[in-house]
């Protein structure tokens, strides 16, 4: 299983709310978390089965921006 690292502008448990249903189809339920104390609002996922641009268009289609970190 892959982890990747997202920068995000999702800022508060309303937002985690919002990204909740599109990531858990995306990557799995309980397979992600945002890091709301981190400045870049850390989006951490594990997945084997997404890519790092899948991943970042199911958090744009719930409305947020997403930059995979190297």
Same mark, same amino acid.
């Given at each position: 299983m892959e982890t990747v690292q997202f920068k995000t502008n999702i800022k508060c448990s309303g937002c985690i709310a919002t990204v909740t249903p599109v990531?858990?189809?995306v %990557? =799995? +339920?309980d397979n992600w978390e945002v890091d709301l104390q981190s400045p870049d609002k850390l989006l951490?996922?594990?997945t084997d089965k997404a890519s +790092? $641009? $899948?991943i970042r268009q %199911?958090? +744009?289609k719930a =409305?947020? $921006?997403a $930059? %995979?970190?190297s």
């Open positions: 990531l858990n189809e %990557a =799995g +339920k951490t996922v594990a +790092k $641009e $899948e %199911a958090v +744009k =409305g947020y $921006e $930059e %995979a970190l």
